[in-house]
């Protein structure tokens, strides 16, 4: 090791590293969290029309005559009314978790420089 006077010590050097390193963490950890976040909300939607569409294909397979004809068209119906409401509902879900990391976000770039949350 050398023993030059102008480079600072290791040890002198970790105080400024966290300090670098911390926000670029924090950032990172509510990358990881949001995306899994979205994941769920995504796989969850995903998971409900699957079913769905299964459920609806049964129902098209035990189609013999006009009644079962009617009712497979109404379970049709009704499916593509839930499949809406489940899409609708993932997009406000959506929607709120990327507010909430947009914010935090802010949060830890105002933290990182030291800015004031009403100046920005």
Not at 59 to 70: F, G, I, M, P, Q
Request: charged share 25%; aromatic share 6%.
């Amino acid at each position: 090791m050398s023993n030059n006077k102008a480079m600072p010590s290791i040890e002198k050097m970790i105080p400024s590293m966290d300090t670098l390193f911390t926000p670029w963490r924090e950032s990172s950890l509510l990358t990881l969290e949001y995306s899994q976040k979205m994941l769920d909300v995504r796989f969850k939607a995903i998971d409900s029309a699957v079913k769905a569409g299964i459920a609806q294909a049964r129902t098209w397979c035990e189609v013999n005559d006009a009644e079962s004809l009617r009712n497979a068209s109404q379970a049709q119906q009704e499916t593509l009314s839930a499949i809406g409401e489940t899409l609708r509902v993932e997009g406000e879900e959506l929607f709120t978790l990327s507010k909430e990391y947009q914010e935090k976000c802010q949060t830890v770039a105002r933290q990182a420089l030291d800015v004031p949350k009403n100046e920005s």
